[in-house]
């Protein structure tokens, strides 16, 4: 083993766990969209709408968790449910505008913490975090696609 990983590893519980605190007291982030919400709302926006599958899916969450997260947003009105033209039988997920306002807003009081907290690096340095980051979510998302593969041999 790498001797970084060790360091990898308790760098890694501690920026969930700071980023967490950061989120709940950070007056800022007061009344934005908690982060199942707002990963699920980014992806019917960036992507369009989606069925619950896709959705859980794209979260790495089983469906019935999703079908739970769709139920209170759609109680905010932040999505709608609708049926697929092609498949009458199947539910798809939409973006309200309510939706997209609230996802705009949160992005944008995220973007100005991360801003601030940010502010002494350099360009390049948060270049260079946003590939590692972006490098680490893509890793830890094919090992659990690799996880799940040798599961379903045993």
Not at 17 to 42: I, P
Not at 47 to 70: C, F, M, Y
Not at 127 to 148: E, F, G
Request: aromatic share 2%; net charge negative.
């Amino acid at each position: 083993m790498d001797p970084a990983i060790p360091d990898v590893e308790r760098q890694v519980a501690l920026l969930l766990r700071l980023a967490d605190r950061n989120r709940r007291r950070s007056r800022r982030l007061a009344g934005m969209l908690e982060r199942s919400a707002y990963l699920a709302l980014g992806r019917l926006v960036d992507d369009g709408p989606a069925g619950i599958n896709e959705i859980a899916d794209h979260l790495r969450l089983d469906a019935s968790t999703v079908t739970r997260q769709v139920l209170q947003m759609e109680e905010a009105g932040y999505v709608s449910r609708g049926r697929d033209e092609n498949d009458g039988r199947r539910s798809v997920i939409a973006a309200t505008p309510v939706g997209r306002t609230a996802l705009e807003a949160t992005r944008r009081a995220r973007a100005d913490v991360y801003a601030e907290v940010l502010a002494e690096w350099d360009p390049s340095d948060l270049d260079v975090l946003a590939r590692s980051l972006t490098r680490l979510n893509a890793s830890l998302d094919a090992s659990l696609d690799a996880s799940a593969r040798s599961v379903g041999q045993d």
